[in-house]
């Protein structure tokens, strides 16, 4: 009897596959350009705080504290829009950086904000009360009171506070994730909210319409990357392509297949290996987007994801009835056949681990030598086993299995090298549970493969 999943292969295969469209490949110097453009706004910004000041009033009462207050909030501000701007799915920055890099560096940056923009709120009115010799509450009042849209600022500087919390680690490990992406997603108003009195109370701002022009521009940039890679983009994409739910198949204790199809669905650039944010229309899941990797190439008319059911989204997915509609994100993801460097490879894969590995074998040059291990307590739980070792067996590649439990079957250097031998001259994918993946990469190293050939995709960010 034949496998759902190789039903799936085989169904597509009988309608004769139609041209499809690879995904694209990085963009070269990406992260060079990045960085010299993130400096020169710092750059702007920070001059910016300096500018309509002049040694009088900065000598004045308070002036120092005032100045002080600016250049902290011009710089929080402007590292908030590069947060922003980093998680604004430029597919260009997506396909040459990461999605888990770009969180990466977003969460890292995380803090500044929240710290520089309270110091501006202390430090500006600590300047205003010794200008006005009042204390510093009564000062503070006044510009809730009395100052344009300072209270609005006052609420956005709450919600900040908010989000910053709710992304502790201590904080994020007990939260939901849909709590903390909410939570997450009021950042957009905070922004809205404290935009207006930076350029209306603005002393840099007032009566200098160039620096006001600068200003803006930082921000027009920040709104439409968030405009057209998180709302036009996936919104002309799905409707061009009207994806809907055609089957959903048990393919492992716990890990499900859905099959989705679409109309031209060989147009959609996509590597294997990449993943897209899932999002299906029913009445639970519909306000919720999860990312999964493609278990093969799309095949049109179809596209297939597998799933371990773990969470609320994840375990809702395998009731999900054929003809939903799905509205996807992507592809994102530099675990494809791009970050290649040699002619030689080992795709390591444990649990659903297994199936961006699945997509990537098929999308690997026919000129590439592969290996591919496998890692699973029981038989039953290798996933697309056969779909495996049959795409294995077309390119005279080598397959291994280690069943058994952890206890049992340990992965570890020795054992990789009985298996696989020297990993010099080899690229390493790997993808399972964190502690697999580290074991890996530390097996793989001791093994010979360079770092930069360890390329690993971890089903969190
Ligand atoms: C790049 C990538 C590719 C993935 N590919 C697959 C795949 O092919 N097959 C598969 O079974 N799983 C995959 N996952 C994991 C999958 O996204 C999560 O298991 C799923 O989102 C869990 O959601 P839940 O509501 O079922 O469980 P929850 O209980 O809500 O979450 C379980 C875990 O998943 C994390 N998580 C939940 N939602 C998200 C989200 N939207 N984004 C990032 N992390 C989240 C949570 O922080 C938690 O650690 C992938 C994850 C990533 C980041």
Request: with cysteine.
């Amino acid at each position: 009897m034949t496998s759902p999943s190789r039903r799936f292969a085989a169904r597509a295969e009988a309608r004769g596959r139609p041209r499809r469209r690879p995904g694209h490949a990085p963009v070269a110097g990406v992260v060079r350009t990045l960085s010299v453009l993130a400096r020169v706004g710092l750059g702007v910004a920070v001059i910016l705080a300096f500018w309509g000041e002049s040694i009088s009033s900065v000598e004045s009462r308070g002036g120092w504290f005032t100045l002080g207050g600016r250049l902290a909030g011009l710089v929080g501000t402007y590292l908030m829009l590069v947060m922003v701007i980093l998680v604004s799915r430029i597919p260009w920055l997506e396909r040459s950086v990461g999605q888990d890099q770009l969180v990466r560096w977003h969460r890292k940056i995380g803090g500044w904000p929240i710290g520089l923009i309270g110091l501006h709120v202390l430090l500006i009115t600590w300047g205003y009360a010794q200008l006005t010799s009042v204390s510093i509450l009564r000062q503070f009042w006044t510009f809730i009171l009395h100052y344009p849209d300072i209270l609005e600022s006052a609420l956005a500087l709450a919600l900040l506070v908010m989000a910053g919390v709710s992304s502790a680690r201590i904080v994020r490990r007990r939260l939901k994730y849909e709590t903390w992406w909410i939570v997450h997603l009021y950042m957009y108003l905070a922004l809205g909210l404290a935009f207006f009195h930076q350029i209306k109370i603005g002393v840099m701002f007032l009566g200098h319409p160039v620096t006001r022009a600068l200003w803006i521009s930082i921000w027009v940039v920040a709104a439409l990357s968030v405009a057209s890679f998180r709302i036009a983009l996936p919104v002309v994409r799905n409707l061009r392509h009207q994806l809907r739910v055609s089957s959903v198949r048990d393919e492992a204790p716990g890990v499900y297949s859905v099959v989705v199809t679409g109309r031209q669905i060989n147009q959609l650039a996509v590597s294997g290996g990449q993943f897209f944010q899932w999002r299906f229309m029913t009445r639970e899941l519909w306000w919720h987007a999860h990312p999964y990797s493609l278990s093969a190439l799309p095949q049109a008319p179809y596209m297939r994801v597998t799933v371990k059911g773990l969470g609320d989204h994840s375990y809702a997915m395998k009731h999900l009835k054929p003809g939903t509609r799905v509205i996807v994100e992507g592809p994102y993801g530099t675990f494809t056949r791009h970050s290649l460097s040699s002619k030689r490879v080992l795709l390591v894969g444990a649990g659903v681990g297994v199936t961006p590995l699945r997509a990537l074998l098929e999308d690997l040059p026919l000129s590439v030598q592969v290996t591919v291990l496998v890692r699973a307590s029981v038989p039953d739980d290798v996933v697309h086993r056969q779909e495996i070792v049959d795409l294995v067996a077309k390119r005279h590649g080598n397959f291994h299995e280690l069943i058994g439990s952890r206890d049992q079957v340990r992965l570890s250097t020795k054992s990789l090298h009985g298996l696989v031998g020297d990993l010099r001259d080899v690229d390493v994918y790997v993808c399972g549970p964190d502690s697999f993946t580290e074991m890996v990469d530390t097996a793989a190293r001791q093994l010979g493969a360079r770092p930069e050939r360890i390329h690993r995709e971890t089903f969190s960010f």
